[in-house]
């Protein structure tokens, strides 16, 4: 047993002895994920199922200096939730309540423990979608919403945190405040006009307080839709595509894989691409309201793609599989919908280097971490993607390995950090970073931005108890 019994008893008596745990059998699945990070084991489990709950448990955290890992599904690709400092995990899919959707004004409110599929279900009743992302459909909304995840819907409305409307949070020491028009009335529909506290809590990976209740804009399914692709020799000629076309902000989605992303699952190890076959492959998501308006966009890219030939931009026509394009227009989907199918051929392991990135940066450095990849003898199965129109995009590596073997684990580390250490410079900033990353991230970072991230944390996080660490600075 871990831990001691003097504090596992005043978890059980806050959430009931059988939602606290320190037996170290009930505990081992949360000491590890996906990644190249390193396990390690929490002191407790705790399974709260209310706001008042997470009060007293954060409470008890601070009386006794115990760290506090904020944790959901656990299905984040970035050792995120690993309990380093050992601790109290705090499990939140007890409180899986969708507790409002209003088409009137296009919200949602919902609890950490909503996962896509549960969300997608009730949406879909009421003719409404959120931006659901290539992963598993038990992962949770909210969870991926406050650390900026990705959604099929990027293309027209951002990243999913710019989809919050409103927030409930329960502070490192104890306090609950609510953020938005939500702080002012049983709306949540905007966080706006007010000052963005909510910036607090988004993209600080658990280091600041637990979200407990979001609000998120919804919007209205469109009855039509279809995929367009387009495929190209270099990652060169595939980025001038995609700027020409996400310009005029037609697409729900663009996104480019390489040959390597394109195989399911990923060659491991290295596979060289067939000399015939292009080296990248695209699809853009388009939908409209009637048939007409999807003939214009289909329109409108033909002439895009004929255009950039025009210039000489090498594009060559492919069509995906109907399979497929089901799959990217029906999502959340089992077809696509889990990372988890990239690492299927080589042993449990996945990773990635990533993932904003200015676009014009794209191809140069695809092509250094190629040779970083077919050095380390893996595959470089990248992706790009852009975000709400031209403003700003994706470029991500993803990588399998075989956990059952150091020396494979090793290896892949040290092909992502390089993969890190060339990107940043070029204006590269990891997505939901392990704390590797952040030690290389922050050897760049403006002294002031360091300043006040440490500030900010030391402020809210006084006794430095929430997922410490993983900020590379607390």
């Known amino acids: 047993m871990a831990g001691n019994d003097r504090i596992l008893k005043q978890l059980q008596e806050i959430v009931g002895a059988e939602y606290a745990t320190n037996d170290e059998a009930l505990m081992y699945p949360y000491s590890y994920d996906l990644t190249w990070n390193d396990p390690h084991m929490p002191d407790y489990v705790v399974l709260p199922k209310t706001v008042e709950q997470i009060q007293r448990i954060l409470r008890l955290a601070n009386r006794e200096r115990i760290p506090v890992v904020p944790y959901v599904t656990g299905t984040n690709i970035g050792g995120l939730c690993i309990p380093e400092e ?10 899986d309540q969708i507790l409002e959707i209003n088409t009137e004004t296009g919200y949602a409110v919902i609890e950490p423990g909503v996962s896509h599929a549960k969300f997608s279900a009730a949406l879909k009743k009421h003719g409404y979608e959120f931006g659901w992302g290539v992963h598993p459909a038990s992962a949770s909304v909210l969870a991926m919403a406050i650390n900026h995840g990705i959604g099929h819907l990027n293309g027209r409305f951002g990243i999913n945190s710019q989809m919050i409307s409103s927030m409930e949070v329960v502070l490192p020491t104890g306090e609950v405040a609510k953020i938005g028009s939500c702080a002012y ?12 506290l909510a910036g607090l809590f988004i993209g600080w990976i658990g280091t600041t307080g637990i ?10 399914i469109r009855p039509y839709k279809d995929v367009l692709t387009i495929a190209a ?14 310009d005029l902000e037609l697409c729900d989605e663009v996104t480019a894989v390489s040959w390597w992303l394109a195989q399911v699952p990923i060659p491991y190890p290295y596979k060289e691409k067939p000399a015939n076959e292009p080296e990248w492959f695209s699809y853009t998501v388009i939908s409209g309201w009637s048939e007409e308006e999807i003939a214009y966009k289909r329109k409108m890219w033909k002439e895009v793609v004929e255009r950039e030939r025009a210039k000489g931009v090498k594009l060559i026509d492919f069509e995906y599989p109907p399979e497929a394009k089901r799959g990217r227009t029906e999502l959340p989907s089992r077809i696509v919908g889990s990372t988890k199918n990239y690492s299927k051929a080589c042993g449990g392991g996945l990773a990635w280097p990533g993932t904003f990135t200015p676009a014009k940066n794209w191809p140069i450095i695809y092509e250094k971490w190629k040779e970083i990849y077919i050095r380390h003898n893996l595959s470089p199965a990248v992706r790009f993607t852009d975000y709400r129109g031209s403003h700003y995009g994706m470029l991500r590596l993803m990588t399998p390995f075989d956990k059952r073997d150091p020396k494979a684990v090793q290896n892949a580390r040290e092909a992502m950090k390089e993969c890190i250490e060339v990107g940043v410079p070029l204006g590269m900033i990891p997505y939901k970073p392990p704390v590797e990353y952040w030690n290389i991230i922050n050897k760049y970072a403006d002294p002031g931005w360091i300043m006040l991230l440490t500030k900010i944390k030391d402020c809210l996080d006084p006794n430095h108890i929430m997922n410490p660490g993983k900020l590379g600075v607390r």
């Not at 050992?86 to 409180?95: F, T, V, Y």
């Not at 979200?211 to 209205?220: E, H, M, P, Q, R």
């Not at 020799?233 to 996400?246: C, P």
């Open 185 to 196: 009335s049983n709306s949540w529909h905007s966080l706006y006009p007010l000052p963005m």
């Open 86 to 95: 050992g601790g109290i995990l705090m499990d939140l899919k007890r409180m």
């Open 211 to 220: 979200v407990t209740k979001l609000g998120v804009w919804i919007s209205k």
């Open 233 to 246: 020799k270099s990652a060169e000629d595939m980025t001038k595509y995609m700027v020409a076309w996400r």
